[in-house]
Structure formats: structure tokens, C-alpha cells
């Protein structure tokens, strides 16, 4: 007998308003976007200013998210800093974003290190053409969780990515300062 796949505790709780087109989770909007999409505006900014600049705009948006994501749900279910990781870990998974691994967490140092198997914006990509990673948003979003925990700016690196012919995507989020 095979063994049901664990709930998806986001879908389960994820509210549709037909009369205004929205998708909450707590009260929180989302959209459900496809990854040629974005990766498609990646490479759109990419021609247009540099490979560099598009990295850093969407890491600023996926900050963003990271950040606000991370404070929201730590209220809301009265989470610690590390139960707040691993609940964002899952909830990458659950909306799609990819197979989250917490790999290493160690907050008096302020270091945060994740595993994304089969990121959507790897497989969207396909091949990076000089070897560089492209999960900026996942990045992002790793970055802000940690420095909205910490209220400390952070680094967050890419080391390896699936675009560029690695297993899986991993993060290193460090506090800067
Ligand atoms: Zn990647």
C-alpha cells in the first residue's frame, strides 16, 4: 500500500473570492504565476540592463516577500525565529516553489544554508549560458526571512544551481554586519 502524500496545509486553507479574483492565505493575497513568466521578465531585464542589475532587482523582490512572509506567519502562529524557517521551508514546497531542504540554521551566528530540489525557476531557465545561478527570487526570499528574523542585514549567495548543472539550488544567507 503506498503511503497518501502529507497535506498541503497552504492549499487546504487557501480562500477563493470569485467576485474579486483573489487567492488569500490568511488573509494574505497570492497569485499562482507561471514560471515561463517570470523567467521570461528575468531574461527581459537581463538583456536590458546586465545579468548583475537583474539579479539584484528580483532578489529585491523576493526580499520583499521573505521579509514580509517571515514577520507575518512568526505573528500569526506565535512561531520562534527557527520554527519560523522551517514553517517558510515548507511553505516553499506547498506553493510550488520548489523542494525545500533546511539544511543549517544557526542564528547567534546568523547563518541560514537551504536546499531547493527542482526549482521552478531552474527548470524555467532551463541552461544558464555562462554558469551564473538564476533562482534570484528564491534567494530573495531566503535573504529577507533571515534579515527580517535577525533585523540585521544579511548576504545571500546562490552556491550552486540546477540551471547550471548542479543537483539541486543552494542558499547561503549570512548577516552582513
Ligand atoms: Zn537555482
Redesign the pocket.
Known sequence: MEASPPANAILAALQWDPAAGSLAYNGVRYLLVRPETVIEFQRAVEAHAGAEAAGELLYAGGFAGGQLSGRRYREEFKLSEAEAVTFMCRMGGEIGWGAFELLRLDLPAGRLEVA?RA?P??QAYARSPDGR???HL?RGVLGGLLSGLLARPVRAR?TG????G?PA?RFVVEASS
Open positions: 531547493v526549482s525557476f531552474a545561478p538564476v533562482c528564491i546562490e544551481c540546477a540551471a547550471a548542479a539550488c
